[in-house]
C-alpha cells in the first residue's frame, strides 16, 4: 500500500505540474474539466447512482463546464459567487446538522466552481494558482502532524474521528508562517497588508476545513471510506481536492473583484 502511495503520488505531482507550466491555458482547461467530470463519477457514486447513472453525470458535468466557458465573463463570477454563497452560508449548518448530501444538484455546487476557479486562476498565474493549492496542502499537513502529537480535543467525532482542534490550531499556524513567506514572492497578493493577507489566510484555512469536512460527512453518509479508488493507495479524486473545492472559489471571485 505505501509503495503504490509513493508511486501515485509522484504521477500525480509530475502530471500537475505538467499540466500547470507546460500547457497553455486552453488545453489545461480541457484537463482541469476532465478531472471535474471524474470528480462528478464519484458524486454519483456516493449518493449510490448505477453505472450508467455515474457516467451520465459525469459527462453532464464535463458538458456544463464547456457551457459555462462559452462565457467565461459572465458564467465563471456567477459559479464563483454561487460557490462562495454555499461554502460560508450552507456548508458549516450543513455539517451541524448533518443534512444528507446524495443530492446531484449539490454536487454542482461544489464541482463546477472550483472547476471555474482552477481556470481562471491558471489562466492569470500558473504560480499564483500553485500556491494557492499549495496553502491547503499545507494545512493538511500541519494539522496531521500537530493532532498526532498533541491532539486531545475532537473536532468534529461524529463526521470525522480523526480531527482535533489541536490540529485546527497546527494548521493555522502553518498556513500563517507558509503565507507570509511566500507573499514577497507573489505580486498577485503585495497589494495587500498584513492584517488583510492574515484574515484572508485564516479564512482559506477554515475553509479548507469545512470542505474536508464535508466530504467526510458525504462518504459518511454513503458508508464508504474512500470516493473511489481511481488513485492507488490515495483514494478517488475528490479524496484529493475536497479542501480545494471549498477554497478556490473564493480565491478566483476575490481576484476578480479585487483586480478584474
Do not use: N
Not at 136 to 165: C, M, N
Not at 210 to 223: H, T, Y
Amino acid at each position: 500500500m505505501l509503495k503504490a502511495r509513493i508511486i501515485t503520488a509522484l504521477f500525480l505531482v509530475a502530471g500537475f505540474l505538467a499540466v500547470l507550466f507546460l500547457l497553455p491555458p486552453r488545453q489545461a482547461g480541457w484537463v482541469f474539466a476532465l478531472v471535474a467530470a471524474l470528480a462528478a463519477w464519484e458524486w454519483a457514486g456516493l449518493m449510490q447512482a448505477r453505472p450508467a447513472g455515474r457516467i451520465a453525470y459525469g459527462v453532464l458535468t464535463f458538458g456544463l463546464c464547456l457551457l459555462f466557458w462559452t462565457r467565461p465573463d459572465d458564467g465563471f463570477p456567477l459559479l464563483w459567487g454561487l460557490g462562495a454563497l454555499f461554502w460560508l452560508g450552507f456548508a458549516p449548518p450543513w455539517l451541524k446538522r448533518q443534512w444528507p448530501t446524495a443530492c446531484a444538484t449539490l454536487g454542482l455546487v461544489l464541482i463546477l466552481p472550483a472547476w471555474a476557479a482552477l481556470v481562471a486562476l491558471h489562466e492569470r498565474s500558473p504560480l499564483l494558482l500553485l500556491a494557492v493549492m499549495a496553502l491547503v496542502w499545507v494545512a493538511d499537513i500541519a494539522a496531521y502532524f500537530s493532532g498526532r502529537a498533541f491532539g486531545r480535543h475532537k473536532l468534529a467525532p461524529a463526521i470525522s474521528p480523526g480531527k482535533t482542534w489541536e490540529g485546527v490550531a497546527g494548521a493555522v499556524v502553518g498556513v500563517l508562517v507558509y503565507g507570509f513567506a511566500i507573499a514577497p514572492f507573489l505580486p498577485a497578493v503585495q497589494g495587500l497588508d498584513r492584517l488583510a493577507l492574515a484574515g484572508c489566510l485564516l479564512l482559506l484555512t477554515a475553509l479548507s476545513i469545512v470542505g474536508d469536512l464535508f466530504e467526510s460527512l458525504a462518504k459518511r453518509q454513503a458508508g464508504v471510506k474512500d470516493s473511489s479508488q481511481l488513485l492507488p493507495g490515495h483514494g478517488g479524486i475528490l479524496d484529493r481536492i475536497d479542501s480545494q473545492l471549498s477554497t478556490l472559489p473564493l480565491v478566483a471571485l476575490g481576484f476578480h473583484l479585487w483586480q478584474p
